[in-house]
Every structure is written in C-alpha cells, then in structure tokens.
C-alpha cells in the first residue's frame, strides 16, 4: 500500500471498537485472518456492531473492505478467528444457513437483478431458500405495500426500473428473509445523486423502524459515514481508525485521504 496512508498510526485496540458499540453487540468479529485461496487479506481483524447500529467501512480500492463482508457472509477462506452473533459462533456457517438460520443478509454490489423476470418475481427470488414458500409470499406482499414504487411496476419485467428502483428492489429481495443484518456493498455505486438520498433513506428507516443492523461499504464516504452511526477506515486489511462517524467526518486524515478536503 502507498506511503499516504502510512501516517496513520497504531491501529485501534479491540477495546477501543468495543467501546463505539457498547450495548447488546449483535455481531463481534475476534482476530479474524481470512482471504481467497492462501492469499490473506484481512489480518487479525475485530469489529463489534451493536443491534440496530450502522458501521461504513470505508478505505483505498483493495483495502478489504467487500472481504469483510465476503467473510461475515461465508464467502472467503479463514485462516483464523472468530464470528459472533449473539455471542453464537457462526465462522464455518455456510452462507445459507447465515441467511436462514442466523438472519444475515448480503446485498451484492454488482447488479443482481433478474432483467426478465418481473419485479415481484425477483422479490419471491429472495426467498427462494425458505421452506414455506407462503410465507414469501406474505412477505413479498408485505414489501410491495410498504414501496409503492415497486408495487406500480410489480409485474413488469425488472429491466424497466430505473437505476433507483433496482437498487431498491435489490435491498428489498433481501428484506423477503427477514434478516436481522444487513451486508450492503456499495449502496450509492452508479446511482444519481436522487437516488443515492433515497438508497440511504430506505436504509435509515430499516435501522431506525426496523431495528436492522447495518454494515455497509461506501466509497462515497461523506455520504457513508454522514449515514452511519460509526466507521472504519481499513487499510491494507488492517483497521486504521474508528470513530463515531460524526468524529470521522471532522477527522483531519480522514478528510484528507476521503473526503476530498
Ligand atoms: N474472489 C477473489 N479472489 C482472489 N482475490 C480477491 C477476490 N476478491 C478480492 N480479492 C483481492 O482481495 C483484495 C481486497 O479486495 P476487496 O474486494 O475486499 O477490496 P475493497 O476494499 O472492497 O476494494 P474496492 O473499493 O475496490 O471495492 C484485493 O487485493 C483483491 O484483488
Ligand atoms: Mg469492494
């Protein structure tokens, strides 16, 4: 990694992120080292996130940053360390059963929607996984009503929907679960400035109505830690500073290396 980001000191002890999420930790990552074939990423990574609390993990292309979620998701190879939720250790879950049995929902980054299939189709998609097809049902229907720009387009193909909307309906597939956590890579990516407001709308309201706790990766990272309750900046697989993301915004490196300032 470039000479820039060496002046930015120790790293954050695990106490010190344990004290940005205080209360109930949903989910607690200890010592973890992880990456893709034998090739390590993330170096003896913590991260705490209380319940209902957002945390941006913003930081340099390449940084780790979708391997943090990739790891919590079951999608990379752990050396390693530990995942907690609730204090249950789920580190060798398969990805299905974090969705099923332990409420974890990943939102991709790269575009996912099925173009052909209507929207309410893709909505049933996302519980495609779920033994009571019903209760999709219920909660597709539940989903529809709650976004009345999906319901109006709900059985149209999907690739008529704007860029926003697709987004939306991105998120909302994973709402089908019924998820506790939410994984969001890249919330803003390719989005007008219209709709990155309403991707971040649409997620205050999951954690403020819907007590969901958020981890997001945002590049746009005023907008990501203007969102968040707290941020880490990760640097070659390392957390190099956390802080509220209020503290982060004002930090001086942080606006340097950032946010442009
Ligand atoms: N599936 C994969 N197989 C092998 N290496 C990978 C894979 N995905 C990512 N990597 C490598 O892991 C490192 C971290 O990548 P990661 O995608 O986590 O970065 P990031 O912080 O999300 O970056 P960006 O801001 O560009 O999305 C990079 O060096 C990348 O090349
Ligand atoms: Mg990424």
Same mark, same amino acid.
């Given at each position: 990694m470039?000479?820039?980001?060496?002046?930015?000191?120790?790293?954050?002890?695990?106490?010190d992120l344990?004290?940005?999420?205080?209360?109930?930790? #949903?989910?607690?990552?200890?010592?973890?080292?992880?990456g893709?074939?034998?090739?390590?990423?993330? #170096? =003896?990574?913590?991260?705490?996130?209380?319940?209902?609390?957002?945390?941006?993990?913003?930081?340099?292309?390449?940084?780790?940053?979708?391997?943090?979620? #990739?790891?919590?998701?079951?999608?990379?190879?752990?050396?390693?360390?530990?995942?907690?939720?609730?204090?249950?250790?789920i580190?060798?879950?398969?990805?299905?059963?974090?969705?099923?049995?332990?409420?974890?929902?990943?939102i991709?980054?790269?575009?996912?929607?099925?173009?052909?299939?209507?929207?309410?189709?893709?909505?049933?998609?996302?519980?495609?996984?779920?033994?009571?097809?019903?209760?999709s049902? %219920?909660?597709?229907?539940?989903?529809?009503?709650?976004?009345?720009?999906l =319901? =109006?387009?709900?059985?149209?193909?999907?690739?008529?929907?704007?860029?926003?909307?697709?987004?939306?309906?991105?998120?909302s597939?994973?709402?089908v679960?019924?998820?506790?956590?939410?994984?969001?890579?890249?919330?803003?990516?390719?989005?007008?400035?219209?709709?990155?407001?309403?991707?971040?709308?649409?997620?205050?309201?999951?954690?403020?109505?819907?007590?969901?706790?958020?981890?997001?990766?945002?590049?746009?990272?005023?907008?990501?830690? %203007?969102?968040?309750?707290?941020?880490?900046?990760?640097?070659?697989?390392?957390?190099?500073?956390?802080?509220?993301?209020?503290?982060?915004?004002k =930090?001086?490196?942080?606006?340097?290396?950032?946010?442009?300032?």
């Amino acid at each position: 990694m470039s000479n820039q980001y060496e002046v930015l000191g120790a790293a954050p002890k695990a106490d010190d992120l344990k004290k940005l999420s205080p209360a109930d930790v #949903h989910l607690k990552i200890k010592n973890l080292s992880a990456g893709y074939g034998k090739m390590e990423i993330l #170096h =003896n990574l913590d991260l705490f996130v209380s319940r209902a609390q957002s945390l941006c993990l913003i930081g340099p292309n390449g940084a780790g940053k979708s391997t943090i979620l #990739h790891s919590i998701y079951g999608f990379t190879n752990i050396f390693s360390g530990e995942i907690e939720i609730d204090g249950r250790e789920i580190t060798n879950l398969t990805p299905a059963e974090k969705l099923k049995s332990e409420g974890i929902a990943y939102i991709l980054q790269d575009n996912s929607v099925f173009p052909d299939m209507t929207v309410e189709e893709n909505l049933l998609m996302g519980g495609f996984i779920k033994d009571k097809t019903e209760e999709s049902f %219920e909660e597709a229907e539940k989903v529809l009503q709650k976004y009345e720009r999906l =319901n =109006n387009r709900r059985n149209q193909p999907a690739k008529v929907l704007s860029g926003g909307e697709r987004r939306l309906l991105e998120i909302s597939r994973a709402l089908v679960m019924k998820p506790s956590v939410l994984l969001v890579d890249e919330p803003s990516i390719g989005l007008e400035p219209k709709y990155i407001d309403m991707v971040f709308e649409i997620l205050g309201d999951l954690q403020q109505n819907e007590k969901k706790t958020i981890i997001l990766v945002e590049q746009n990272a005023k907008k990501g830690l %203007e969102f968040a309750d707290i941020g880490y900046v990760l640097v070659s697989g390392q957390t190099a500073i956390a802080g509220t993301g209020e503290d982060l915004l004002k =930090n001086q490196d942080v606006g340097r290396l950032f946010l442009g300032g």
